[in-house]
């Protein structure tokens, strides 16, 4: 059963249809003792990173989130939810996340490393490119296009972290893990076969824990 996380700033509607879809058993909760029966946990993300981190220290779910990646258990993180992951962003301020994996959000620049100036927020299909072909939250997923929807992105400080990236004037870390600690900085719930196979592998995942 995966545990949707519900803080008040996630994309529950969209994520909870995708595992709807996919026939894997759900449910959504801002409540630990309710969250503590799932065998994998999801959280999503639309927003701020300091309004996230706020809002998940409201409901004391930050120490639960970090016992439960330090315990082993599957946990995936979409979009803003992949970037909380990290240890601060310097959105609004700088602010201290997860502390999950290394490495800090800052905002695109809009400039790329040649001088051309792009648009941010960064929004729209882009290809993956595979760094970790082999990890398990890529077993079987055709190559192919995400979506995305973002003005910050990740600075990943241990390269070893970073599995698909996509190129938007700059490299963009796409999916980033470390172990049982899942992130797509797309959505793959809005991602059609790409973003629907990673989903089925995170779900496989949850299942191997029961």
Same mark, same amino acid.
């Given at each position: 059963?995966?545990?949707?996380?519900?803080?008040?700033?996630g994309n529950l509607h969209s994520v909870s249809k995708a595992l709807e879809r996919l026939e894997y058993p759900y449910f959504i909760s801002g409540n630990i003792s309710e969250l503590q029966k799932a065998d994998g946990l999801l959280l999503p993300g639309v927003g701020s990173f300091r309004d996230g981190m706020t809002?998940?220290?409201?409901?004391?779910?930050?120490?639960?989130?970090? @016992?439960?990646?330090?315990?082993?258990?599957?946990?995936? %993180?979409?979009? /803003? %939810?992949m970037q909380l /992951?990290? @240890?601060?962003?310097? @959105?609004?301020?700088?602010?201290?996340?997860? $502390? /999950?994996?290394?490495g800090s959000v800052e905002k695109l620049t809009g400039v790329s490393p040649t001088g051309e100036r792009y648009k941010v927020p960064h929004m729209g299909w882009n290809e993956? *490119?595979? %760094?970790?072909?082999?990890h398990p939250i890529l077993a079987g997923v055709p190559k192919g296009h995400v979506y995305f929807?973002?003005?910050?992105?990740? *600075?990943?400080?241990?390269?070893?972290? #970073?599995?698909a990236y996509a190129d938007y004037h700059e490299q963009i870390p796409a999916v980033?893990? *470390?172990?049982?600690?899942?992130? $797509?900085?797309?959505?793959?719930?809005?991602?059609? $076969?790409? %973003?629907?196979?990673? #989903? *089925?592998?995170?779900?496989?995942?949850?299942?191997g824990e029961k």
């Open positions: 059963m995966i545990g949707i996380i519900d803080y008040g700033m809002e998940l220290e409201k409901a004391d779910l930050i120490p639960f989130i970090q @016992e439960w990646a330090q315990s082993g258990k599957p946990l995936l %993180g979409i979009c /803003l %939810g /992951l990290f @240890e601060k962003s310097e @959105e609004n301020g700088t602010t201290r996340g997860l $502390t /999950l994996l290394k993956l *490119r595979y %760094g970790k072909p082999d929807v973002h003005s910050y992105a990740v *600075r990943v400080s241990d390269e070893t972290d #970073l599995v980033v893990t *470390r172990d049982n600690v899942w992130g $797509t900085q797309f959505h793959p719930e809005k991602s059609s $076969t790409v %973003g629907m196979a990673m #989903l *089925r592998n995170f779900a496989e995942q949850v299942e």
